[in-house]
């Protein structure tokens, strides 16, 4: 074996053939001494994707030895398949010519793996959704994700949850001493907990109020990772290209990273949520609002609520103010892709950052700087609206490949606001189906997309009072029988946490009166095959309903962290 600063050289056997092993640098690779083979096939794997090394020939899942021999070594590494956005681990068993030679490589690799893969996971607390999506969140952690943890030597602390919002309470309150990093095995909603809780934390730490619709929020850097296991599974998808679970266990083994924007929404000078997949109104807030009621549907809920949504034909009165983006660095219709790696979003870093430190990681909060990006000529758009939808990312998921807005920016500070409106069913028709294929949806007479910094959304004036009034009453009638009808058959929900939503909902609504009733409007006051036309939806910000419909809305730049990296380019695999 031959040893020196910068290689690692020898030859060791792969089943009955002979192989010359290189660690050089920033890779590991193998290639076949074989004199009549001219081609000499090279496998070659970067030491930032080794995800383990151990000693004799070792099984994938189960870690079993299956010959204990002095000679061997077993690497496990990221293997790419088909067209490269889905990871497998890889596996080979190599044969040295002595036990010093095995034990050399052993420890040559694992010292690699620690100099070039620094910012690897040791700790991670993790967090299980057992009713979301198909309710395979257990299933999923326990037979493919925790065995990846365990040979990638990286310890975790597991929580099943057992009411909506544990996790979140979990992160904002407990001690989090020692954890690199949280993960959701869950949709988008378990997501949403682990983003309000991982801001929330450091905004109490850093003693800035997350209220202030203009303050500069401090970026957080608690790293967090999503193990698909929901119903849309978005950003998942959008950040990583597939939504598999292996996939996204071993990003978060290799320590990727991804900044990624994320919208505060605010009602009046209260924060109501953050958001980073879509902040929608009319169509989707209504579909949101009809499948809560279907929730032991699963998944399908959301196509069954989409199909009796798209029957009602609603259109909504809205007044739509934006502020706009720089269009001279990017458009929502300029054709390109957020890929790993993207230029628009590490230019963005300076922008958004113009005070960071890069030698102690250190972010200033500035206030010339969040004057500055809510800088800008406000534009005003009244009329009457399909739908408003405004996303900070591509937003694609299974059903929607390409997503919401396919050539939105993961981390670039900006987001697309696209207003379909008012049009007939089969136009509506051709732009929801223009989801599901390459065409461009955004090129269709009645949808507008700006790339924006901040939105605000309230009701025409006096188009909305009487109907209000009006709203309430409906409103109220319906709520009572519909809570009390979940309440009488609690089997059908999802979960004891919806029918404790719902108690407190009648409670509430007995004793508040009118700012309840819109709560109660919002949850349960929608219905697709009510005759009545309606002149006010509700907003559905990442899978959950708004309590408010005038609100405001404002981008804030690479504000979390998620173990990926992007979509990667197939062509270039
Ligand atoms: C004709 C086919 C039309 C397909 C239209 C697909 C549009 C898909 C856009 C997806 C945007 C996804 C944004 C992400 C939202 C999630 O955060 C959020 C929460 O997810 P979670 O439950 O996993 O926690 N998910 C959602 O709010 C779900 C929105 C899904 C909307 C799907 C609508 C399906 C529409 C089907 C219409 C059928 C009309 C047929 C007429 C003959
Ligand atoms: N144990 C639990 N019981 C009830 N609700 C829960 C529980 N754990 C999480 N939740 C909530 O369930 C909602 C949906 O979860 P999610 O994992 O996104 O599944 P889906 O994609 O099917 O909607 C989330 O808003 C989350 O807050
Ligand atoms: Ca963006």
């Not at 596996?91 to 095995?102: D, E, I, K, L, N």
């Not at 001279?328 to 005070?355: A, M, N």
């Not at 809510?374 to 005003?380: A, C, D, H």
Request: hydrophobic fraction near 30%.
């Amino acid at each position: 074996m031959e040893i020196d600063s910068v290689r690692v050289e020898s030859s060791v056997w792969i089943g009955n053939k002979r192989y010359k092993a290189l660690l050089s640098g920033w890779y590991f690779s193998w290639t076949e001494i074989d004199k009549r083979n001219r081609e000499r096939k090279t496998i070659s794997v970067p030491v930032s994707e080794v995800i383990g090394v151990k000693e004799g020939r070792v099984e994938i899942q189960t870690q079993k030895k299956v010959e204990d021999t002095d000679l061997d070594f077993t690497l496990f590494y990221v293997k790419r398949n088909g067209h490269g956005l889905s990871w497998s681990l890889g596996r080979t068993q190599f044969c040295c010519p002595s036990r010093g030679v095995r034990d050399q490589w052993t420890t040559q690799l694992r010292t690699a793996l620690k100099t070039h893969s620094p910012s690897r996971p040791h700790r991670l607390l993790v967090f299980i959704n057992p009713f979301g999506g198909k309710k395979r969140g257990k299933q999923i952690f326990h037979s493919l994700v925790a065995p990846l943890f365990e040979l990638a030597g990286i310890s975790s602390h597991v929580v099943v949850t057992e009411r909506a919002n544990q996790a979140r309470d979990y992160i904002l309150k407990k001690d989090l001493t020692g954890f690199n990093g949280v993960i959701c095995v869950g949709g988008d909603g378990m997501f949403s907990e682990l983003l309000h809780g991982v801001i929330g934390r450091t905004q109490q730490e850093a003693g800035v109020s997350e209220h202030d619709p203009t303050v500069m929020l401090q970026p957080c850097d608690l790293h967090i990772g999503v193990i698909p296991a929901g119903s849309t599974d978005c950003v998942c998808f959008a950040t990583m290209g597939i939504n598999d679970p292996v996939t996204s266990t071993l990003h978060i083994i290799i320590g990727d990273s991804q900044p990624l924007d994320v919208c505060s929404v605010h009602y009046q000078n209260t924060l109501v949520r953050y958001s980073v997949s879509m902040v929608g109104y009319g169509f989707y807030g209504d579909v949101l609002a009809e499948s809560e009621r279907h929730r032991w549907m699963g998944p399908l809920r959301y196509d069954y609520s989409g199909f009796m949504v798209y029957l009602c034909n609603r259109s909504y009165p809205g007044l739509v103010q934006y502020l706009p983006a720089d269009s001279h660095i990017s458009s929502p219709r300029d054709k390109t892709r957020c890929l790993s790696g993207c230029r628009v979003c590490s230019e963005s870093k300076e922008r958004l950052f113009p005070h960071f430190d890069s030698s102690s990681s250190l972010y200033s909060t500035n206030v010339s700087q969040c004057n500055s990006e809510l800088e800008g000529e406000w534009v005003t758009i009244e009329g009457r609206f399909k739908c408003v939808s405004l996303t900070c990312m591509s937003s694609s998921c299974p059903r929607s490949p390409e997503g919401l807005s396919p050539s939105a920016h993961l981390a670039d500070g900006t987001a697309d606001l696209i207003m379909v409106r008012e049009t007939n069913p089969l136009g509506f028709l051709t732009f929801l189906h223009r989801h599901t294929t390459k065409q461009d949806q955004f090129d269709l007479p009645f949808v507008e997309v700006h790339r924006v910094k901040a939105v605000r959304f309230s009701l025409p004036p006096g188009e909305a009072e009487e109907e209000e009034v009006e709203y309430e009453k409906e409103a109220d009638r319906e709520i009572q029988t519909s809570a009390e009808r979940e309440l009488e058959d609690p089997e059908k929900l999802f979960c004891g946490n919806i029918a404790g939503q719902s108690q407190q909902h009648l409670a509430g609504w007995k004793e508040r009166g009118s700012e309840t009733s819109r709560l109660k409007r919002q949850g349960f006051a929608c219905g697709p095959c009510c005759t009545k036309p309606r002149s006010v939806s509700v907003w559905n910000c990442d899978g959950e309903i708004l309590p408010h419909t005038e609100i405001s809305c404002r981008v804030h730049g690479q504000l979390v962290r998620l173990f990926a990296r992007g979509i990667e380019n197939s062509t270039m695999q």
